[in-house]
C-alpha cells in the first residue's frame, strides 16, 4: 500500500534514493507502492529480485515450483548452501525479507499454465519474466498481453543475454512479434544441456531490475520497443529496434492466438537441472 | 562489405568469428555467402522452404528484415546483419 510519509527507518534506508531528484520521495513512494511479479526464482530472477526488494518495491510476487538444487547455487544468489532441498519460494521469500522488511513477499509456489497465468498475473502491476523455457516465456508474453501487464523480458544463453519490456498497450510489440512460434523440441539446447556463465543472469537480472524501476518511475528510456543485445565474450551491447509485427499471430492485425497454450515441455527441461555430472568430470 | 554479426550460441559454425563479411547486394544472396564460407549458417537461418525461421531473427542495420523486405532486402557496403537466435534460459 502506498504511504504518505516515511518512517525514520525508511528515510535512512532509501536515503540514496531520496536525495536522487529522478526518484526522491515522491518515487520511493511509487516504488513502495508498486507490486511486481517474478516469473521464476533462479539465475535472472534472483538479482531481478533482490535489487527490486531492496530498491523498496512493496509486492514481490514470486512464482517458482522447483526446490534448491546444488548445480543452482553457481549463479541463483537468493539462495544459499544452508537452502539446498527447501522450496526456492521460501528461500527466495527468506532472503527478500532479510534484505528489507518493508516487502511484502507473496509465495506462488505453482507450475505456471493456461489456467492459472491470467489470475496470478492480475494481481501485480508488472511481470518479471526470469524463466527458463520456452513454454513458460510464450505462455508469459500471451498472459501479459491478455492482462495488459508490461512484461520485463530477459533471457540468457550461455554467455549471451536478451532484455527488454513489452508493453501490451503501447502497440509496440511482443515476444511474438520477434518470435512467433516456439522452436521445435530439439533445436535449441536448455541452459542444463548448454552451461551458462554464471555471472551471467547477474548481469541481465539486473539490468531487468533496472528497466523494471525506470519503468514504474517513468524516467529515461526504458526498452520498450527495443531488444538489448549483449555478448559476454566481446564484452559488447547492441539495441535493435522492435516493432509490432502486423503478421504477429497474438498482437498482430489478424491474430491467431486468442487465448493461453500449453505448449509441450519441449526444452530438453527437467523439472530440476540434472545434478549429476558427466562421468569424466567426476572421475577428475 | 556487407557484415554478419554471429551471435554467440552461432560462433561454433563460423570458427569462433564474431563477425563476418560477405560479398552480396541483398541478405539472400548474403546467407548464400555466409553458407558458402562457413557450411551450416543456411540450414540455421532458413527453413526448408528457404524463408528465415521463426526462432531466428535477422536484424539490418537493428531493423527487423522481417517487417522490410525480408531476404529481398538489398545491402550496400558497410551495412551490418545482426543474427538473433531465441534463447529462453534463466
Keep these: 500500500m502506498a504511504q504518505l510519509t516515511f518512517t525514520p527507518e525508511q528515510v535512512q534506508r532509501y536515503a540514496r534514493h531520496l536525495i536522487l531528484p529522478e526518484v526522491g520521495g515522491a518515487g520511493q513512494r511509487k516504488l513502495l507502492g508498486t507490486s511486481v511479479l517474478l516469473l521464476g526464482a533462479g539465475g535472472l530472477g534472483s538479482p531481478a529480485a533482490m535489487y527490486l526488494a531492496a530498491a523498496g518495491v512493496g509486492r514481490?510476487?514470486?512464482?517458482?515450483?522447483?526446490?534448491?538444487?546444488?548445480?543452482?547455487?553457481?549463479?541463483?544468489?537468493?539462495?544459499?548452501?544452508?537452502?539446498?532441498?527447501?522450496?526456492?519460494?521460501?528461500?527466495?521469500?527468506?532472503?527478500?525479507?532479510s534484505l528489507n522488511p518493508d516487502v511484502e513477499?507473496?509465495?506462488?509456489?505453482?507450475?505456471?499454465?493456461?489456467?492459472?497465468?491470467?489470475?496470478?498475473?492480475?494481481?501485480?502491476?508488472?511481470?518479471?519474466?526470469?524463466?527458463?523455457?520456452?513454454?513458460?516465456?510464450?505462455?508469459?508474453?500471451?498472459?501479459?498481453?491478455?492482462?495488459?501487464?508490461?512484461?520485463?523480458?530477459?533471457?540468457?544463453?550461455?554467455?549471451?543475454?536478451?532484455?527488454?519490456?513489452?508493453?501490451?498497450?503501447?502497440?509496440?510489440?511482443?515476444?511474438?512479434?520477434?518470435?512467433?512460434?516456439?522452436?521445435?523440441?530439439?533445436?535449441?539446447?536448455?541452459?542444463?544441456?548448454?552451461?551458462?556463465?554464471?555471472?551471467?543472469?547477474?548481469?541481465?537480472?539486473?539490468?531487468?531490475a533496472f528497466e523494471t524501476i525506470k519503468y514504474v518511475l517513468g524516467i529515461g528510456e526504458p526498452l520498450v520497443g527495443r531488444l538489448l543485445i549483449f555478448e559476454g565474450m566481446d564484452m559488447s551491447f547492441r539495441r535493435l529496434n522492435l516493432r509490432r509485427n502486423p503478421d504477429c499471430p497474438l498482437c498482430g492485425d489478424d491474430p491467431s492466438v486468442t487465448g493461453l497454450i500449453d505448449y509441450e515441455q519441449f526444452c530438453g527441461l527437467p523439472a530440476q537441472e540434472p545434478s549429476a555430472v558427466p562421468a569424466a568430470l567426476a572421475r577428475q | 562489405m556487407p557484415t554478419f554479426l554471429i551471435p554467440g550460441p552461432l560462433r561454433s559454425l563460423s570458427a569462433g568469428a564474431a563477425a563476418v563479411a560477405v560479398e552480396a547486394a541483398d541478405l539472400r544472396s548474403a546467407i548464400d555467402a555466409l553458407d558458402a564460407r562457413y557450411p551450416g549458417f543456411k540450414g540455421r537461418l532458413l527453413d526448408e522452404e528457404g524463408e528465415p525461421r521463426q526462432f531466428v531473427n535477422l536484424f539490418l542495420n537493428d531493423e527487423d528484415v522481417r517487417l522490410g523486405r525480408g531476404l529481398d532486402s538489398p545491402l550496400a557496403p558497410g551495412d551490418e546483419i545482426a543474427i538473433v537466435p531465441a534463447v529462453a534460459g534463466g
Design chain 1, 60 to 97: 514481490i510476487g514470486v512464482v517458482d515450483f522447483d526446490d534448491v538444487d546444488a548445480s543452482n547455487l553457481q549463479r541463483q544468489i537468493l539462495h544459499g548452501t544452508d537452502d539446498l532441498g527447501r522450496p526456492k519460494v521460501d528461500s527466495a521469500a527468506d532472503t527478500i525479507r
Design chain 1, 105 to 208: 513477499v507473496v509465495k506462488h509456489r505453482l507450475h505456471l499454465n493456461s489456467e492459472n497465468a491470467l489470475e496470478v498475473f492480475r494481481q501485480y502491476d508488472l511481470v518479471i519474466d526470469g524463466t527458463d523455457n520456452f513454454p513458460t516465456r510464450y505462455l508469459a508474453n500471451d498472459a501479459a498481453y491478455f492482462t495488459g501487464k508490461p512484461l520485463v523480458y530477459g533471457a540468457i544463453y550461455r554467455f549471451e543475454g536478451q532484455l527488454s519490456i513489452f508493453e501490451p498497450a503501447g502497440g509496440t510489440g511482443c515476444y511474438r512479434c520477434l518470435f512467433p512460434n516456439p522452436p521445435p523440441p530439439g533445436a535449441v539446447p536448455s541452459c542444463a544441456e548448454a552451461g551458462v556463465f554464471g555471472v551471467l543472469p547477474g548481469i541481465i537480472g539486473s539490468m531487468m
